[in-house]
């Protein structure tokens, strides 16, 4: 673990030596912790598909066999919630009613039903030298999740990386630490009882934030950071780690009209783009509409918008057209609104359509709609978003959706993972190489 | 481009204000660098297959009309290098002549043949909602490579980048700097004479140091870095770099003789694996025996070696077994000789190899020589490396022989590309989704 020599930096605790014994019992604690989740991860890379399962049902039976202990823990941490006068938001997403357990139980068999994607081969052919060349897909090793106080994402986040052949490091917001404790222990006991080390999955020693600080400098340790959660979270953990991070930051999604597009797919794409649900990353921020189809379009839109109670900023064109909107500012095109307003912007042509998308857009993602075959396929290519549609609503941009089975997040990035991410996105490939004795001449 | 701010810290340049004033004149011809280089890529992602083949062999047409200049540069570079006394092995490696030209045309011819890997669609299915879903190959958009002074690297760099539909921005070693200028006009002749971007591939415009450092910050404007060159180079870069380096350090390969191996397999792969060629990088640096089969190949092995003039270390168990062998120290098993020189140590069992393996080895390249088929397999899932052969000679691990037709390094690392990387690791998969009207429930 080269890289914990100088984390004391970040750890923000007092320079006296109390505190300084305290820093260094968590860096020798992480630092078991790290040991741990590696010697796990080579047990796990080998570990059979049945056995990966079986312990995913066996979480299932513990979580349901401890359905009170859950509900206590739970209790503690929404007393504790209370008392410090937590959002009413976060304090519902806190909690542990039957229903969210019945969920987890639910998410547990689903993901033992995806199929294993560890130890899968690929493109396995002969070469001219003789030798037979193909890749297989494995875990990544040890994958560290930070989530905030959602608890069932503990479960969540257990089954997802322990199908894909990972161990798993967690931490979870400090709002929801005994719900975390009480579901940790069934993980591990599921674990166990399938005969899988129990350290496969780890809740971090304490919900002390130096310990996020640490945890994102175990580059020997730890092979990927997944966090889940606001843009703030997502930003900070990027900010401060030295591990590869599978993040997305933005949603600013965009459905362009053509003037070749269908009237009445465009009208339905847009409205259920927008409309279906707001909070959501796939959601269209930004309408962008072409001169010549504005006339055919706008007004209905705009009625069904204000049916909605959807607010418009509008673009310098389009805002005579449009009564009540708003006018844009620049800022607008750059904002993912999460809420009932939508941009929009009346465009001269389908380049202009593709750069704007360029320039403003967050690489999400991007529909088309459009009758015009060489442009769809033209947008296609042009647009250099993670997800980019033809007559299709941005809603769509999602794991299930997408038949993936499950999704750990939604990635912009184009190193490794782009777009939804399921299961395939915690492994990688290696080559390998079959021979009979082959040398090389 | 935002992390600029604070490269000054980082270009070591005096603090006067001349010296100031040339910083952020550098600063701002970066700036515009990457500017270029980004606008370049728009057009690359979408430039047509025969368009960067025309590209390709017009670059080659124009470095073959070029040769007097070309070797006129070099006579440049070759003085200086003279003058300053350096390394014999370095000089050899920078001179152009007019085989390494012949050379540079060949590769571009080869390249301009591969199969272009951008605009593929895998994968393409119906979901149950009626969408179609697949992955369509792209380009990572800007390519920045570091890299040694070998002139001919500059011709490679820029074909590879340009095939894959990025855009490049090369900084090669300064004692090149003429003869890769001379290139650079060549390479921006064929694209312009091609109707592509000339800054499609661009040199940084100074070899001083300084316009590394500031590469190394731009995250806006390179998607990511490939060093190549020796170990000390590319541990610069990744300690240095924002931006997501695609590398490989160590080839520290074994090969595992088991109890049930073949004998004439066995010592026939293990003499080509150390023999073959010494300083790569895929070159077997330890060889691993299991204790049944100890007798029936260590002398022969043992006396090719020393035909070979190989110098073996042993560990306690072989060395009593070996004449001339020196006693390997817990180092040895770390250590990647790049010489005739191989770390000799018998094991009790597979496990004990395999466990070997995952922990001195680099996770580069390892083979098993046995005929036991459930030994073979548990052997490809559990050696946690990037090229895993059963009964081949580690030699093979090479972007040539795995069928790749490029090869821009092998990477140790499991996020995005792990193993030989060819066109392909130059890339990414995005999403697209074509619907009809769809939208979602």
């Given at each position: 673990m080269s890289n914990l020599s100088n984390v004391n930096s970040i750890t923000s605790a007092p320079e006296n030596s109390a505190g300084q014994t305290a820093v260094d019992e968590l860096i020798a604690d992480m630092q078991q912790l790290g040991q741990r989740a590696r010697a796990a991860a080579g047990v796990l890379a080998c570990a059979s598909t049945a056995q990966k399962n079986a312990a995913l049902r066996a979480m299932a039976a513990a979580l349901d066999a401890q359905r009170q202990a859950l509900e206590a823990a739970n209790q503690q941490d929404l007393a504790g919630a209370a008392e410090r006068k937590l959002d009413p938001a976060l304090i519902d997403r806190l909690a542990l009613t039957p229903a969210r357990i019945d969920g987890m139980l639910e998410g547990l068999e689903q993901v033992a039903s995806l199929a294993d994607p560890v130890g899968s081969v690929s493109e396995l052919c002969s070469q001219p030298s003789g030798i037979q060349v193909g890749r297989m897909r494995v875990p990544l090793g040890v994958i560290g999740m930070i989530y905030e106080s959602r608890p069932n994402v503990t479960v969540e986040a257990a089954s997802l990386c322990l199908k894909s052949g990972n161990a798993a490091v967690l931490r979870g917001g400090s709002e929801a630490q005994y719900s975390n404790q009480a579901i940790a222990k069934c993980v591990a006991q599921g674990l166990s009882e399938a005969g899988l080390p129990e350290y496969s999955v780890q809740l971090l020693p304490t919900v002390d934030r130096a310990a996020v600080g640490i945890m994102l400098k175990m580059r020997d340790a730890i092979d990927v950071i997944v966090p889940r959660g606001g843009k703030g979270l997502i930003e900070r953990v990027s900010a401060e780690s030295d591990i590869p991070v599978i993040k997305h930051l933005d949603g600013v999604c965009h459905v362009y009209i053509d003037q070749a597009a269908d009237i009445d797919k465009a009208i339905n794409i847009a409205i259920n783009a927008k409309t279906q649900r707001y909070g959501t990353c796939n959601t269209m921020e930004t309408l962008l509409i072409h001169e010549q189809i504005v006339d055919l379009v706008l007004d209905e839109i705009a009625a069904q918008l204000a049916a909605h109670g959807v607010e418009i900023r509008a673009c310098e064109r389009s805002k005579p057209l449009l009564r009540d909107a708003v006018s844009a500012t620049e800022q607008d095109w750059y904002e993912e609104y999460l809420a009932p307003i939508l941009a929009i912007k009346i465009v001269n042509s389908s380049d202009e359509a593709i750069h704007h998308i360029n320039q403003?857009?967050?690489?999400?993602?991007?529909?088309?709609?459009?009758?015009?075959?060489?442009?769809?396929?033209?947008?296609?290519?042009?647009?250099?978003?993670?997800?980019?549609?033809?007559?299709?609503?941005?809603?769509?941009?999602?794991?299930?959706?997408?038949?993936?089975?499950?999704?750990?997040?939604?990635?912009?990035?184009?190193?490794?993972?782009?777009?939804?991410?399921?299961?395939?996105?915690?492994?990688?490939?290696?080559?390998?190489?079959?021979?009979?004795?082959?040398?090389?001449?």
């Open positions: 403003y857009g967050s690489q999400h993602t991007d529909s088309i709609v459009t009758e015009n075959y060489s442009l769809a396929q033209h947008f296609l290519r042009a647009v250099d978003s993670s997800s980019v549609m033809i007559n299709a609503s941005t809603r769509f941009a999602d794991g299930f959706e997408y038949g993936l089975g499950a999704e750990i997040g939604i990635s912009t990035d184009k190193l490794h993972a782009r777009g939804p991410v399921g299961l395939e996105g915690l492994t990688s490939q290696k080559y390998i190489v079959l021979g009979d004795g082959h040398i090389r001449q």
